[in-house]
């Protein structure tokens, strides 16, 4: 469409540059005929010619000296009683005005002269009718034409010559019988028909005639893909329909002087077998370069689309969450407000495609910069696009998008204070005498027209603000009071009274309810203490009520026991009768010592202990408990004595109540850890069991009173072990920490290290040793005890076994 265009166009400059088809500098130029119409005829017809060289050559160096010249008006008549603000007037003896006026105009400086050898300024004064500032104007615009249009008609004419270029083109004015072709051997109507015909063959043309109104494409072609493109050209693919298409051949004909007033014929083609290696040829080359690439860009611009929708739906999903929750997380780049987001949204969507449209714009061209750099651009304006999507995602996952938006922020503080101000009238109205005395002492000082009453009004105005701003500062400094009272109250001094003498208004208000809080918090502490002595007391003399008839009980099973029943029934309800007996009082001891413990009301004894000894005394005490259980005891302790400042018995019972935790819950048949590791400043004590029941409960509520490990409570624990034990820990200085696992029940508790002198280490060491002896002892006289029971049994049963035979013979 381009080739048509410029052909349409190179044959006006043929008309008006050409004589008998050949180039002619010397033909006249009549300056304003070529202003208006675009036509050079040949001759002078409207007013002053110039030879088209000379306005090519006066076009090229410029036209110089610029500027604007006065010339004289005539003589005016009578003019009486009229005012001239712009001219010199003079009256003469006849009553008769001349008027000098001034009257501005176009002029530079003549290079070249018009035909003729007369001037423009001479022929300018030879005809006072015109008007100078058009003739100069008119000029100008023919020197500007003739320079361009010459240029234009050069290149073109070089372009799309018959042995450089693909194209062809004929057309013929009917009227004048002139034809116009780059087709050589063009010297009559006649053989211009014929090379129309050979153009209408040709791959790619458009022909129409002005006498029939007929417009003819060519048909599509099927030889290449470039063809193809090209017809689709042709036929307005895209951009353009057939329609459109010829009123813009036909509009830029009808503004051509070598058609105008006539009947023409016009055909334009391309030779798709691209004999000559023009810009068609090279881009049909371009063309089958590029298609792969466009063709894989699309395909791959689909396959990329689909799987950018799949992963924004998945990360629209997942936005804001973790794996190991199902809560929402919000970050501080979601407490950007909402409309910035949404603005940023908007430019880079609209960035992105704009820079789609210039890659597909400039596709033809592989090898472009703008391909790549438009690409990359629009990547990394896509990764910001989809970061303020995912925000405004979390956003709305998170309940904010209207809470961190500027309207939310806006209609919110609007309805805040439209809800202060029906509950503080006072405060709106003290605002608003604010704003109108500010307001009145800025209008004094504007309409003042004295220094002296500016000065005034100024400080006015300094002294109201400065009043109203001390008066803030003093209001501040009573809320800051009162914050510092309030934190007190907060850390635990419920005693703390705030000083309301100095205080007014709300801020005084404040002050007695905040003391008032205080109070109140301090009886409920009170009635809290005075429950909870009265829970201990409870629980103390029922306990100590309970003990005096259990130790009858027990008292009366023992005596039962010494009488030697040989009932055998009988002999197992005694034995009932004192297994529950004893549980009972284990049970009624745990309990008031749990109450003691968890009061705070035992006296503690702090001495420096070897842990390392006492945990060697209770694993030998819990031996036979772990046998009866086939649990196997795997100690890891150190060597060397391990220090701690604690209370031996509190120490020591506590040890007992895990101990006794594990032989009473452990599963059979597994294994039992303890471990005791020395570190720098602290010592750690663990053991740990496979729980035989499941522990669907949490870590932290095994220490709690009466809650046991076992929930059917078939065995005869009673829940205050580890509560007793937590306790204990905490009030020596401990740390008390439940790990559980599935079925994996791990104790650690941790102390402070003691510091020992040496001498006492030795006499520590003395001491265990000496303990160590005693305890083999010991146990060497209960294995001693045990044999001479075995064997007193043995006897006794033998001396049994006689006198139920003697009884059988008798």
Request: overall charge negative; hydrophobic content about 35%.
């Amino acid at each position: 469409m381009s080739g048509v265009y410029d052909t349409i166009w190179l044959t006006d400059y043929k008309y008006n540059y050409e004589t008998d088809g050949v180039y002619n500098p010397k033909k006249i130029v009549d300056i304003e005929d070529y202003a208006l119409n675009g036509r050079i005829t040949g001759e002078v017809t409207r007013s002053i010619g110039y030879y088209l060289e000379d306005l090519v050559k006066w076009g090229r160096q410029g036209k110089e000296n610029e500027s604007y010249n006065m010339q004289e008006a005539a003589e005016t008549t009578d003019v009486d009683g009229v005012s001239y603000s712009s001219a010199t007037a003079s009256k003469t003896a006849d009553d008769s005005v001349t008027v000098q006026t001034e009257q501005e105009y176009y002029k530079f400086d003549e290079s070249y002269a018009p035909v003729g050898d007369v001037s423009l300024e001479e022929y300018l004064e030879q005809h006072p009718e015109i008007n100078p500032s058009k003739m100069y104007g008119y000029l100008s615009d023919a020197i500007d034409n003739a320079y361009n249009g010459v240029e234009q008609y050069k290149w073109n004419l070089a372009k799309y010559q018959e042995d450089k270029s693909n194209l062809r083109y004929t057309i013929v004015n009917r009227t004048t019988g002139k034809a116009y072709s780059n087709i050589s051997g063009i010297s009559n109507t006649a053989e211009a028909d014929e090379a129309i015909h050979s153009i209408r063959k040709l791959g790619a043309y458009i022909y129409l005639d002005s006498v029939s109104l007929n417009f003819e494409k060519s048909p599509k072609s099927n030889i290449d893909s470039f063809n193809k493109a090209l017809d689709q050209a042709v036929n307005g693919w895209s951009y353009m329909d057939s329609r459109v298409t010829m009123e813009n051949i036909y509009r830029n004909l009808n503004q051509l002087s070598a058609l105008a007033g006539g009947d023409y014929t016009i055909a334009v083609g391309v030779d798709t077998s691209y004999p000559i290696h023009d810009g068609f040829y090279e881009s049909k080359i371009e063309y089958e370069q590029t298609r792969p690439w466009f063709q894989a860009l699309m395909y791959g611009g689909l396959i990329s689309l689909f799987l950018y929708i799949i992963v924004l739906v998945a990360l629209t999903v997942v936005a804001g969450k973790r794996a190991d929750d199902e809560e929402i997380h919000l970050s501080s780049v979601d407490n950007i407000p909402t409309e910035f987001v949404l603005a940023c949204i908007a430019a880079l969507g609209g960035f992105v495609v704009f820079a789609a449209v210039m890659v597909l714009n400039t596709m033809y061209n592989v090898r472009s910069l703008i391909i790549l750099s438009a690409i990359t651009v629009s990547i990394l304006a896509d990764l910001l696009l989809m970061a303020g999507y995912l925000c405004l995602v979390r956003k709305i996952k998170g309940g904010i998008f209207w809470k961190k938006s500027i309207l939310g922020w806006f209609i919110g503080t609007l309805y805040g204070g439209v809800r202060g101000i029906r509950s503080n009238v006072r405060l709106l109205v003290s605002y608003l005498g604010f704003l109108l005395i500010d307001f009145l002492l800025a209008l004094f000082m504007i309409q003042a027209r004295s220094r002296f009453s500016l000065l005034l009004f100024g400080l006015l105005a300094l002294g109201f603000n400065a009043f109203v701003g001390a008066r803030l500062l003093r209001e501040e400094g009573q809320r800051s009071a009162i914050m510092q009272g309030i934190q007190k109250i907060r850390d635990g001094d419920l005693d703390y009274k705030l000083e309301t003498g100095s205080l007014k208004d709300d801020n005084l208000k404040i002050a007695q309810a905040v003391n008032n809080i205080g109070e109140g918090l301090q009886n409920a502490v009170a009635d809290s203490m005075k429950n909870e002595r009265l829970k201990t007391d409870l629980i103390t003399n029922v306990s100590h009520d309970i003990k005096t008839p259990l130790t009858s009980i027990i008292n009366y099973v023992d005596l039962l026991k010494r009488e030697h029943i040989q009932d055998e029934k009988i002999s197992g309800y005694i034995r009932i009768l004192d297994e529950k007996s004893q549980r009972l009082k284990q049970l009624t001891e745990d309990l008031v010592e749990a109450s003691k413990v968890s009061s705070g009301n035992i006296a503690l004894n702090f001495e420096h202990l070897n842990f390392v000894e006492l945990i060697n005394q209770t694993t030998a005490e819990f031996t036979e408990k772990f046998e009866a259980r086939d649990l196997q005891l795997i100690e890891n302790l150190p060597k060397e004595p391990v220090v701690v400042r604690a209370d031996g018995r509190r120490l020591y019972r506590m040890l007992d109540n895990l101990f006794n935790n594990v032989a009473k819950y452990a599963l059979s048949h597994t294994r039992v850890y303890v471990d005791l590791t020395e570190e720098d400043r602290s010592i750690r004590f663990s053991i740990k069991n496979i729980s035989e029941h499941p522990l669907n409960i949490r870590a932290d509520e095994l220490t709690e009173r009466f809650i046991r490990g076992d929930v059917s409570r078939s065995t005869e624990g009673s829940g205050l072990g580890l509560s007793i034990a937590k306790n204990l820990t905490e009030l020596q200085n401990g740390n008390f920490e439940i790990y559980l696992d599935g079925d994996l029940f791990r104790v650690t508790i941790s102390f402070v290290k003691a510091e020992v002198k040496r001498e006492e280490r030795e006499q520590e060491k003395n001491q265990a040793e000496t303990q160590e002896k005693n305890q083999a002892e010991k146990r060497e006289s209960k294995q001693e005890n045990k044999q001479e029971n075995k064997q007193e049994n043995k006897q006794e049963n033998k001396q049994e076994n006689k006198q139920e035979e003697k009884h059988e013979e008798e």
